[in-house]
């Protein structure tokens, strides 16, 4: 479980909180969108779930503890995957290579100049597979469509064997049959194997049909916490207003 307590972020320099305090936990298995318009607060919200925004007051508390010394924090990095909206690929490089990019915090520095063992490319190939990609395992990402390079990102994240998918504005460069494709392989692979999934997004439309709970945030406060079907017009209007 993630929690976390009276949690802010003030970036330097900046007049006002991009993240004000905020208590919040998500559940082992659960599917969260985060809902708001641009500068809301969701890329700040997600950055802090894995602790890359360090806390300006308040704590993150993994399963109860706090995020203490180096290994802790590694660990919880390597238990939650990203995905981006620009899908951070290597372009000029294989499909099944980028995925093998999710084994590399296994790796010490020095072990991660060597080849991948045998085992991380199979495991790779298997999460291709599982995003209908198998067959484009050897093309190189920069002729595949906007979908199918997105589809590549999700296979990345599977390949770090995540306890959490944490996806900012994953399907906001696609089209919108693409982008609920997308997001359906995204709902149904986290169902099936149990991992957290929390998804940053613009557009109500497409939040309602996946996600279980919805937290929508403006000017960096949560003004919305809840199930889909509880989110009505007056509080739909405190979120995009």
Do not use: W
């Amino acid at each position: 479980m993630i929690q976390l307590q009276q949690f802010s972020v003030t970036y330097p320099g900046a007049s006002q909180a991009a993240l004000h305090p905020t208590n919040l936990q998500f559940s082992t298995g659960e599917m969260v969108v985060l809902l708001g318009t641009s500068g809301a607060g969701k890329s700040t919200l997600l950055r802090s779930i894995n602790g890359l925004n360090a806390a300006s007051s308040g704590e993150l508390l993994i399963n109860g503890k706090k995020l203490e010394g180096e290994r802790p924090l590694r660990q919880h990095r390597l238990d939650c995957a990203m995905i981006f909206q620009q899908h951070q690929l290597l372009p000029k490089r294989t499909a099944l290579q980028n995925v093998l990019l999710g084994r590399l915090g296994y790796y010490s520095s020095l072990r991660s100049l060597l080849p991948m063992s045998r085992a991380d490319k199979e495991l790779a190939l298997q999460c291709l597979e599982r995003v209908g990609l198998l067959d484009k395992a050897l093309e190189r990402c920069d002729r595949l469509s906007g979908g199918q390079q997105q589809r590549v990102g999700i296979a990345r994240a599977l390949a770090q064997q995540p306890k959490v998918i944490l996806a900012d504005e994953p399907v906001a460069s696609l089209d919108p049959v693409t982008a609920q494709q997308v997001l359906t392989l995204l709902h149904d692979i986290c169902q099936t194997d149990g991992i957290t999934a929390i998804v940053s997004l613009h557009q109500l439309e497409l939040a309602k049909p996946f996600a279980q709970r919805i937290i929508g945030l403006n000017q960096g406060k949560v003004v919305y916490d809840g199930p889909p079907e509880n989110l009505h017009d007056s509080l739909v209007s405190s979120i995009y207003q």
